[in-house]
Nanobody, 120 residues
Framework: QLQASGGGLVRAGGSLRASCAAS????????LGWFRQAPGKEREFVAS????????YYADSVKGRFTISRDNAKNTVYLQMNSLKPEDTAVYYC???????????????WGQGTQVTVSS
């Protein structure tokens, strides 16, 4: 089970850190990632981190502003969001995949979303 938190309301240029805590003891065996869905739009891939922590991937729209990380001791994946823009406003979802690298289209496991709202 994945439980996301850390969303909120922030002004453009500000920062937020979303967290996603997983239950169970197999956390280290999953690639993890974040997706988002804005009102009236399709859900889109944001970032992922491999099981080995060696490899990260980012959507072009967030590259250089967002950072994904994981703490296997705490069974938690993070998304640090800096230089936020109004177009980053969306519900952010965490996801998990037992493969080495997360499927960026349809990973098998999803958490509930956390709302991020960026005001101009």
């Amino acid at each position: 089970q994945l439980q996301a938190s850390g969303g909120g309301l922030v002004r453009a240029g500000g920062s937020l850190r979303a967290s996603c805590a997983a239950s169970g003891n197999s956390f280290i065996r999953y690639a993890l990632g974040w997706f988002r869905q804005a009102p009236g739009k399709e859900r889109e891939f944001v970032a992922s981190i491999s099981r080995s922590v060696v490899t990260t991937y980012y959507a072009d729209s967030v590259k250089g502003r967002f950072t994904i990380s994981r703490d296997n001791a705490k069974n938690t994946v993070y998304l640090q969001m800096n230089s936020l823009k109004p177009e980053d406003t969306a519900v952010y979802y965490c996801a998990a995949d037992p493969r080495l690298v997360l499927d960026t289209t349809s990973p098998p496991y999803w958490g509930q979303g956390t709302q991020v709202t960026v005001s101009s």
